[in-house]
């Protein structure tokens, strides 16, 4: 009978549809698990891998909008009741708390956006007043450019003005000098 079933089991390895049968391997860590299911991806890469939908966040029943039989722990309560009463109070807590939570999140996600923005504003600030700072050492560099520009200008007009009131004095001297050394047939004198 054993060796009936290795025959079956040697039956079940060689599948007539091609594929051939995969050793069994354990995963021992997590890394080597990682490995082994990547490995099994990457055998067929046209096929899509699965993807799991994320999990849906917990919320509580809502509270019944009317309480038709409305009972407490005390005196005139069954011993059935106590049961009944136990479990509404425990949803009723765990409703609130999860309600508490919330608000809380909330607050939290409020108080990093005004965090966020007022992070924004202040980084705006320095930029406008570093901008600022920089506009103005611009301005600076800009009139002393114009200064010595201006500066410059006015020398070489002054050397010209001066070198051509020095060249209209030269000219005349030369006149002058031509004048007394030409004879006085020429210049009309006699």
Do not use: C
Request: charged share 45%; no cysteine; hydrophobic share 30%.
């Amino acid at each position: 009978m054993a060796a009936h079933n290795t025959q079956k089991n040697n039956n079940k390895t060689a599948k007539p549809g091609g594929k051939a049968a995969q050793p069994l391997i354990i995963a021992k860590t997590p890394a080597e698990e990682q490995r082994l299911k990547l490995e099994r991806l990457m055998r067929n890469p046209d096929k899509l891998a699965p993807i799991p939908d994320r999990q849906k966040e917990w919320t509580p029943r809502a509270p019944p909008e009317f309480v038709r039989d409305v009972m407490g722990s005390s005196a005139g309560a069954g011993s059935g009741e106590f049961h009944v009463y136990r479990h509404l109070r425990r949803r009723e807590y765990q409703r609130q708390d999860f309600l508490d939570k919330m608000a809380e999140v909330m607050n939290k996600e409020q108080d990093y956006l005004d965090k966020v923005e007022e992070n924004k504003r202040m980084a705006d600030e320095r930029t406008a007043k570093r901008r600022k700072k920089r506009d103005k050492m611009k301005q600076k560099k800009l009139m002393a450019k114009k200064a010595k520009l201006e500066a410059k200008n006015k020398k070489d007009d002054a050397d010209q003005s001066s070198s051509s009131s020095e060249e209209e004095k030269e000219e005349e001297e030369r006149e002058a000098d031509d004048d007394a050394e030409a004879p006085s047939f020429i210049m009309g004198k006699k």
